[in-house]
């Protein structure tokens, strides 16, 4: 261990630490106290969609953030980008691993930590570092734990040696008296959670239930610095000189006395495979130091981040929140075993293709091009290898999804990837995975997209086969539904997909989901024809005859059930049955999310009424309210990072900014760990616990595209711009950058001064049009922080008067590569 380097570290502000700490647990405190308190009591004080449209108010993020506690962070996930072996910090300050989990307590005899009291919180803020903190009387223990690759580099086989790095330091914050301090470490152990094997299922509230295991009763002989289980080299640790270890079979026992303010550290390096190291590879641990090996992590992290659109705005919150979801999703792309491939998993528990299509499209949309493209390869080797669930002919052709990780090569490996626990699990239930009927038509999209984002020819003609057999499974599926009825009349479900399962439940009542599934299943259809057609493909222009007919029957069975009346949705989410438990997003919003159905539509705003009543019930923006479904549904739960991304956009597109931005800041409040970042999939007003699938990779993704629109919106061939920015991001001296952003006619990067105080602000727009065909319009929206009409606009140096002073927006030809707005005041 380099000793010098660790003094070093060691003389940081120790008190500064303490204090940043302190100030931590007083903020988690009054987090959790608010959080306790019921919706009711917030009725009156809470802001509503209503309420700050009526008034104009723009919500900001602490004043949504502070109503509810919203979810905790069950398990941030520290693994190295693509690696099979998962690595997590659990909320008592283990260290998850399928393989060689930690344990730790403090005090003597041990003593569990109370996770309730552990504070967390990120390296700078979004790096998946986690930085714990737990406060035992005048002791503070800190926990810095991240991994890395024993050989650095990237990983590109997934049999790279990864290393879990844990630092546990203890501070005395006394001021004057010398303390002493006692803590283990079992290695491998775990501690019994509602959160079992394989990890990340469950839906329990999240408690700690099992008892710390017991210590042997005799110490060890040795003195080196090995870790081991049996004869298995799991790494090594090393301590900071004044600390004394005593060693017993698989646990650790450290003893030291602290001066005021003194700091001491203890670095564990544990692999994060069953195998655990060799004698060669046990001499790389003692020689990776902890600090450098952070420095290198630190590198790799933000170069990933420098690999994709750069966003900076005037509000950390969400430039923190945006970099966290980029790389919490990283890990859940996973290299399949010695190929070529990533698979997209969701959440760790499945390949979901329609979660995953709405993972990867934002992820394209924020330049992270080569990560998608070796995602969407999965699907093209498990093409037809599972059946949706529905009345169908055939599967062959059909883009499948899966809870035992086929093909990813690591599902025969129960002993240290989730992927193998899970697939050991599920043995002989293979078929029993949920197959949605959408979810061809949801991963066509995906394909179709990565080509209008990267404009790579080369790849679709690549890819073409599988989409266009892909195609075909939906065009002949379709053939069943073409019926008419003893009238001769066309049946209502003429042309849908056969009935079938639209999400996970319902399989044994299969209908028509006219919306869930048929609006997707359509738009991936048209979107690859749309890509095959710009490439000249010859079965182009009838894959898109086929998508234009598919769209006709859709429309028409819209105009047959058409409902006016203002308490009901304004189309079924599923035909010849009542709505179900999921109508909040799988219904008529499903239409919206696909271009059916228009924001401008008066049958939006009988949508947005329906939504109000049944789901939102007055609680700040959240969208997703979920109805009591027997036990499975908590009674104040609210599924997020679902929906609210579609909502968001039809409000910017309908000019309605105070409603956007309710729903905008209420997803970064509570469809995330506020401390950790972690986008989750549903979270208890009343209780932080429920927080299942806690690394929700499509939830994030979302809010990936939530910020973006905020900033940058293209619909119908026009660039909206600002268009839901806050009025406030736009006060005198603040910024609003973006860099190398992706759209469909190529690349730009905008940025923005204001200068209000003296009457003006300026934005500077540069573009890197690759297909300015794609590219009609621009629509630049310059919202004054005080609401003050527009005097003047000049654009290059020229008077330019198209502009509306009124809409605070100014009209764009897209004729030049660089342009300089000067608006005044």
Same mark, same amino acid.
């Given at each position: 261990m380099n000793r010098d380097r660790l003094r070093r570290r060691r003389r940081e502000n120790s008190f500064? @630490?303490? @204090?940043?700490?302190?100030?931590?647990? $007083?903020? /988690?405190?009054?987090?959790?106290? *608010?959080?306790?308190?019921?919706?009711?009591?917030?009725?009156?004080?809470?802001?509503?969609?209503?309420? *700050?449209?009526? @008034?104009?108010?723009?919500?900001?993020? %602490?004043?949504?953030?502070?109503?509810? +506690?919203?979810?905790?962070?069950?398990?941030? =996930?520290?693994?190295?980008?693509?690696?099979?072996? /998962?690595? #997590? =910090?659990?909320?008592?300050?283990?260290?998850?691993? =399928?393989?060689?989990?930690?344990?730790? %307590?403090?005090?003597?005899?041990p003593g569990p930590i109370r996770w309730r009291k552990v504070e967390r919180c990120l390296k700078r803020g979004y790096l998946p570092i986690v930085i714990s903190r737990y406060p035992d009387g005048n002791l503070m223990y800190e926990q810095v734990a991240y991994a890395t690759l024993l050989d650095g580099g990237e990983v590109k086989t997934g049999h790279e040696k990864q290393v879990s790095m844990v630092q546990m330091s203890v501070v005395n914050t006394d001021p004057t008296e010398a303390r002493r301090a006692t803590w283990w470490a079992w290695v491998p152990a775990t501690v019994v959670t509602t959160? +079992?094997?394989?990890?990340? #299922? &469950?839906?329990? $509230?999240?408690? /700690?239930? +099992? &008892?710390?295991? %017991?210590?042997?009763?005799?110490?060890?002989q040795e003195t080196d610095d090995l870790l081991r289980d049996g004869s298995v080299l799991l790494g090594v640790h090393e301590e900071s000189p004044g600390v004394k270890v005593t060693r017993y079979e698989k646990v650790l026992k450290f003893d030291v006395e602290l001066l005021p303010g003194q700091k001491k550290s203890v670095n564990l390096k544990v692999s994060s495979n069953k195998k655990g190291v060799t004698a060669a590879e046990v001499e790389k641990l003692r020689k990776l130091d902890f600090f450098t090996g952070l420095d290198h992590r630190l590198l790799e992290l933000e170069a990933i981040l420098a690999r994709g659109t750069k966003v900076r705005v005037p509000e950390d919150t969400v430039n923190n929140i945006y970099k966290a979801q980029i790389l919490y999703n990283q890990p859940q792309m996973v290299q399949a075993a010695d190929r070529d491939y990533y698979m997209p998993v969701q959440g760790y528990v499945g390949v979901w293709p329609w979660e995953t299509m709405k993972?990867?499209?934002?992820?394209?949309?924020?330049?992270?091009?080569?990560?998608? %493209?070796? &995602?969407?390869?999965?699907?093209?080797?498990?093409?037809?290898?599972?059946?949706?669930? +529905?009345?169908?002919?055939t599967y062959a052709g059909a883009f499948s999804g899966t809870g035992t990780f086929e093909e990813s090569g690591w599902e025969k490996d129960d002993e240290s990837t989730i992927y193998g626990a899970a697939a050991k699990k599920a043995a002989g239930k293979e078929r029993d995975f949920p197959g949605w009927m959408n979810w061809t038509g949801a991963v066509l999209y995906a394909f179709g997209e990565h080509y209008f984002y990267t404009h790579d020819r080369d790849w679709l003609q690549g890819v073409a086969p599988a989409l266009i057999k892909a195609c075909g499974w939906i065009i002949d599926e379709r053939q069943q539904t073409k019926q008419e009825d003893a009238e001769g009349q066309k049946v209502l479900q003429y042309g849908l997909l056969p009935a079938g399962q639209a999400y996970d439940t319902n399989y044994d009542k299969p209908t028509y989901y006219l919306c869930w599934t048929d609006s997707y299943t359509c738009q991936g259809l048209n979107r690859a024809a749309e890509a095959l057609a710009e490439i000249g493909h010859p079965e182009a222009q009838r894959l898109l005859k086929q998508a234009r007919s598919y769209c006709e029957d859709i429309l028409e069975v819209m105009r047959r059930t058409r409902e006016t009346h203002s308490t009901l949705p304004p189309y079924p989410e599923r035909l010849y049955q009542p709505p179900d438990w999921a109508d909040f997003a799988t219904g008529p919003l499903s239409l919206v999310d696909t271009g059916f159905l228009s924001p401008h539509d008066p049958a939006f705003g009988q949508l947005?009424?329906?939504?109000?009543?049944?789901?939102?019930?007055?609680?700040?923006?959240?969208t997703g309210g979920l109805r009591k479904d027997g036990d499975q549904l908590a009674p104040n739960a609210y599924y997020v990072d679902f929906s609210e991304d579609i909502w968001q956009r039809a409000w910017i597109l309908r000019g309605e900014i105070e409603k956007s931005l309710l729903s905008f800041y209420s997803t970064l409040a509570f469809g995330l760990d506020k401390h950790t970042l972690g986008a989750v999939e549903r979270f208890d007003l009343n209780d932080q616990r429920y927080a299942p699938f806690y690394m929700d990779a499509s939830g994030g993704s979302r809010i990936i595209g939530m910020i973006r629109q905020t900033l940058l919106l293209e619909q119908d061939r026009v660039l909206h711009l600002l268009g839901g920015a806050p009025r406030r991001w736009l006060e005198t001296g603040k910024e609003i950058e973006m860099l190398d952003a992706v759209t469909y006619f190529g690349k730009l990067d905008l940025k923005v001064d204001s200068h209000v105080d003296h009457g003006e602000i300026t934005v500077e727009l540069k573009l890197r049009k690759d297909r300015a065909e794609r590219l009609r319009e621009i629509e630049l929206r310059v919202p004054h922080p005080q609401r003050r009409p527009m005097k003047? =606009?000049?654009?290059?140096g020229r008077s330019w008067s198209q502009f509306n002073p009124q809409a605070e927006v100014i009209h764009l030809l897209p004729t030049e590569d660089q342009y300089r707005v000067i608006v005044r005041y």
């Open positions: 500064a @630490t303490w @204090t940043s700490g302190l100030a931590m647990s $007083l903020l /988690v405190v009054a987090v959790l106290l *608010v959080g306790r308190i019921g919706a009711a009591e917030h009725a009156d004080a809470q802001p509503t969609f209503d309420e *700050v449209a009526r @008034t104009g108010h723009e919500v900001s993020y %602490a004043e949504v953030a502070d109503f509810y +506690g919203g979810p905790m962070s069950r398990a941030p =996930v520290i693994s190295v980008k693509a690696h099979p072996e /998962v690595v #997590w =910090v659990r909320p008592d300050m283990g260290i998850g691993m =399928v393989a060689n989990p930690i344990a730790f %307590a403090v005090d003597s005899p959160d +079992g094997p394989p990890y990340f #299922w &469950s839906y329990n $509230l999240f408690d /700690v239930t +099992g &008892s710390l295991p %017991a210590v042997p009763e005799q110490a060890l993972t990867l499209v934002p992820l394209d949309a924020a330049g992270y091009r080569e990560d998608v %493209a070796k &995602s969407l390869r999965y699907f093209i080797k498990t093409q037809g290898m599972f059946p949706p669930h +529905g009345q169908i002919k947005e009424e329906y939504m109000k009543r049944n789901f939102n019930r007055g609680i700040v923006g959240l003047a =606009v000049t654009m290059n």
